[in-house]
Each structure stands twice: as structure tokens, then as C-alpha cells.
């Protein structure tokens, strides 16, 4: 019977911080939006699309998802399609990921 309540008692503090670290917080009370959860896209030039690697060449800004400053390497695509869409030389804006151990692009669109 203890145990039922030390559990019982551990669960009503952690929702009390819950609730207090949500009081807390300086965004507003409004519904997270799809764009504002989406990670921040970084400018980048296509320089070569390699259809048979499955892989884009893209001279970039830094990478703040990643961690990564400025520079010109290949990617994998985790959606092949894009390689259809993009040629090199085209202006872009992507987000890149880790998966599988490799460096991958989750997500890409023209720049506007």
C-alpha cells in the first residue's frame, strides 16, 4: 500500500511542476502553429543533383540544427522526389538531419 502511495504522491508533484514550469513560460497561451514548430530553414545553393547516389550538393549557411557552420558538402535526401524538382544552381531553403548515420535533407523548398 506504500508503494501505491509514494507513486501516487511522485505523479501529483511531477504534475504541480508541470504545471508550474507551463505557468512559467513567456510564450503565450496560443496553439503552436505548424510553422512555428517546424525547425528553421537555412539558405542554401544547389551545386549538383546526383541521381544515382541519391545525394544533393549544397552550398549552405550555417546549420543550426546540426550544429554546423557554413559550407559546401553532399547530402542524402530522405524523399527522393526532391531530386527531381531542384537542378544545380537553384536557390533554396532546407533543414538536414541525422539518419542512419547519415546526413540527410528532411526538408527543402525554393527560395523565394
Given at each position: 500500500m506504500s508503494k501505491i502511495r509514494i507513486s501516487l504522491m511522485a505523479?501529483?508533484?511531477?504534475?504541480a511542476f508541470a504545471g508550474t514550469a507551463h505557468a512559467q513560460s513567456p510564450k503565450s497561451d496560443?496553439?503552436?502553429?505548424?510553422?512555428?514548430?517546424?525547425?528553421e530553414l537555412t539558405?542554401?545553393?544547389?551545386?549538383?543533383v546526383d541521381k544515382d547516389s541519391k545525394k544533393l550538393t549544397i552550398k549552405h549557411?550555417?546549420?543550426?540544427?546540426?550544429?554546423?557552420?557554413s559550407m559546401t558538402m553532399v547530402f542524402a535526401v530522405?524523399?527522393?522526389?526532391?531530386?527531381d524538382k531542384f537542378q544545380a544552381g537553384d536557390?533554396?531553403?532546407f533543414d538536414a538531419g541525422k539518419?542512419?548515420?547519415?546526413?540527410?535533407?528532411?526538408?527543402?523548398?525554393?527560395a523565394r
Open positions: 505523479a501529483m508533484a511531477a504534475l496560443a496553439p503552436m502553429t505548424a510553422e512555428a514548430a517546424a525547425p539558405d542554401g545553393e544547389i551545386r549538383k549557411g550555417p546549420l543550426k540544427s546540426l550544429d554546423m557552420p530522405s524523399d527522393e522526389s526532391v531530386l536557390k533554396v531553403r539518419m542512419d548515420g547519415k546526413i540527410v535533407v528532411t526538408r527543402i523548398e525554393p
